[in-house]
């Protein structure tokens, strides 16, 4: 009997086998490959889920929504305007800032030995800020927060980081963090802090004080230049979560809960402004005490601007027709300003000044501009926004184009009154130690 080699076989197979047929294999082996590689970059692992987005961001390249859950290996992004919450299941939180991408590789949280939980996030352009969750303190020899030049192990910690693909910079809210440039000894593969010489540790306690990695410097530099801070490049919202102090990290339900206590405590006694719109100051701050007690003003019409301290609602004794006048220019009224001290929550007044406001019907838009005047600075703020078929005035905040404030109110027409009346919550972060809000009233 004569034998072939195994070789010969397959050959003489393969040469039986037509043209078509041969396509349909290897394209069938190609799919197969690709399913393994997409599969290998994801996860079914959950790590975390959407707590709140604000503007446009995404999930896996889908838009985000509340309770959005986010798996391991899912590509995170904001837009210009887009900030991303993100709870992570031992309670932590990772909060991206306008303009920013990211992913978290790996989050492991093993229950049974806390030690052995392993995390790691990618931060890839922009800024983001990390809040250690509840199985992070354990494992901190197994947590990495990795940025194009940068390495970065935590003490238990509240750590916020800006970066681009050249420089990294990284400052701390609580706890501390262990920081090195990536190079020799110190791989965007591992996890932990780097155990190399280079190694820097930054601390809470260590006020305005920051570390900058630049690539190809694996020693990380000290800055203490406020403006160059993270919360400088990429402010903030007032409502982002906080774990200063060792406190729990807030959640929404706390959140609520305590917006609740606060309405249900304040006062109502409505400032000098026209009964169609109604507005004031709903929660105190410092010395400042509330002017209304928003539940109460509810009852009397509809919220349509509500800023952390201030609101407006158009009453039921207002309308809104809209004016045959293409453009309408308003002059301010009257207002409540004040300037917010982040580090203590201390509230000083602040003045209004060279007001503007011009709604252009015909665009549906409008644009609004004044000089707020706290302790002998002056600050021009400004907002251009959309005018909604109903009147209300907003814009997305205050990294919109054409803004520097985050603007929500509306236009009322008084019953049985000629004119036009507008009322609007501004809010906008002045320097990463201070916020800026209030309401204006205008008239036309």
């Not at 693909?165 to 701390?172: L, R």
């Not at 009964?275 to 002017?291: F, H, K, T």
Request: glycine share 10%.
């Amino acid at each position: 009997m004569k034998r072939h080699n195994p070789s010969t076989i397959m050959l003489m197979n393969l040469s039986s086998l037509t043209r078509s047929k041969i396509k349909r294999i290897f394209g069938f082996a190609l799919g197969m490959m690709l399913v393994c590689q997409v599969h290998s970059e994801s996860s079914s692992v959950e790590m975390g889920h959407v707590l709140q987005v604000v503007g446009r961001a995404f999930v896996g390249g889908q838009l985000a929504k509340k309770g959005t859950p986010v798996y391991e290996g899912a590509e995170l992004s904001t837009g210009a305007d887009g900030y991303l919450y993100i709870q992570t299941i031992d309670n932590g939180f990772l909060i991206l800032r306008p303009s920013t991408h990211a992913n978290v590789p790996l989050y492991r949280v093993d229950s049974k030995s806390p030690e052995a939980s392993r995390f790691k996030f990618d931060l890839k352009n922009g800024v983001a800020r990390s809040i250690s969750g509840n199985a992070v303190a354990p494992a901190r020899s197994n947590f990495r927060f990795n940025t194009p030049v940068a390495a970065i192990g935590v003490l238990g910690t509240d750590f916020t980081v800006s970066t681009d693909a050249e420089s990294s910079k990284i400052s701390v809210s609580s706890g501390g963090v262990v920081v090195s440039g990536l190079g020799p000894g110190c791989s965007s593969e591992s996890l932990g802090p780097c155990n190399v010489m280079t190694g820097q540790r930054l601390l809470a306690n260590q006020t305005g004080v920051m570390l900058e990695v630049k690539r190809g410097i694996m020693t990380p530099q000290t800055v203490k230049d406020v403006t160059q801070s993270p919360d400088t490049v990429a402010p903030p919202r007032v409502d982002e979560p906080s774990k200063k102090g060792g406190d729990a990290p807030l959640t929404e339900n706390k959140l609520n809960a305590e917006k609740v206590a606060m309405l249900q405590d304040a006062r109502f006694s409505v400032l000098n402004s026209p009964q169609a719109i109604v507005w004031g100051r709903w929660q105190a701050i410092a010395n400042e005490p509330v002017d209304m007690n928003l539940v109460d003003a509810l009852g009397q019409g509809k919220l349509v601007g509500l800023s952390s301290y201030f609101a407006v609602i158009k009453s039921n004794n207002a309308q809104w027709l809209m004016p045959q006048e293409v453009q309408v220019d308003f002059r301010l009224s009257d207002y409540r300003a004040q300037v917010v001290q982040l580090a203590n929550l201390s509230a000083q007044a602040a003045t209004v000044e060279n007001g503007q406001l011009q709604v252009n019907f015909a665009k549906q838009s409008f644009n609004t501009s004044f000089d707020l005047v706290s302790n002998g600075a002056k600050t021009n703020l400004f907002a251009t926004g959309i005018v909604g078929r109903d009147g209300s005035l907003s814009n997305s905040s205050q990294f919109a184009t054409g803004s520097n404030m985050s603007i929500q109110g509306g236009l009322a027409n008084p019953i049985g009154q000629t004119g036009q009346l507008a009322g609007y919550v501004f809010q906008s972060r002045l320097d990463s130690s201070r916020i800026a809000s209030g309401v204006t009233l205008w008239m036309h």
